[in-house]
């Protein structure tokens, strides 16, 4: 390899590096899945409309999943999976995430507005709360982050007390 060949690949690497760590080859990752993905949607849609065709992307999802979308519980779990994504930012990943999963843009909105009615937490949530996912774990977990008690953020992950002695004895995957 000669002197300008080593030299582009050390620039190469430095670039890579120094863009990796401000977190913008992520990004610049995660765009462009979301941009494939949309492509492949918009595509779909239009295989659809035109001669019925089966779409490439819509209706991929897996049967699982299908089955756990049909239950009440599981549009639920889909909604506040993307309450959080919106919460986080992660807008790439939603528009990844939705079509992926075989569902409209924002069902999930609606999905949330009527848990929240049934729960009553509608009240209580501000715009600075963090994701009603975070607050249906600790809510399971007997705190309240709507009080305040979070135990130590996320370290309580991590509390060996806290986890059963059939998952400390299972062996890794």
């Known amino acids: 390899m000669d002197d300008y060949a080593r030299e582009m690949m050390e620039l190469k690497t430095l670039v890579t590096r120094s863009l990796e760590k401000k977190g913008v ?3 610049i990752r ?4 979301a941009s494939v993905f949309e492509a ?4 779909d849609r239009v295989v659809e409309n035109d ?5 490439a992307l819509l209706g991929s999802c897996n049967d699982r999943a299908k089955q756990l979308h049909a239950s009440p519980s599981g549009r639920l779990l889909t909604a506040l999976v993307c309450e959080y994504l ?3 930012q992660l807008s790439h990943t939603m528009k990844v995430y939705l079509p992926e999963c075989n569902l409209p843009k924002d069902f999930w909105k609606n999905e949330l507005k009527d848990f929240s009615n049934k729960s009553g937490a509608e009240g209580s949530r501000s715009a600075e709360s963090g994701p009603m996912l975070l607050d249906v774990l600790e ?3 007997g705190g309240s ?5 979070r135990k130590d953020e996320y370290n309580w992950r991590y509390d060996a007390e806290d986890i059963s002695e059939e998952v400390l004895r299972h062996p890794p995957l």
């Open 51 to 55: 001669d019925g065709g089966n779409p």
């Open 145 to 149: 982050s709507a009080s305040g008690a």
């Open 86 to 88: 919106e919460w986080a």
């Open 139 to 141: 809510d399971r977990r």
């Open 30 to 33: 995660a765009e462009l899945r």
């Open 40 to 43: 492949i949607e918009e595509e």
């Open 25 to 27: 080859l992520a990004k």
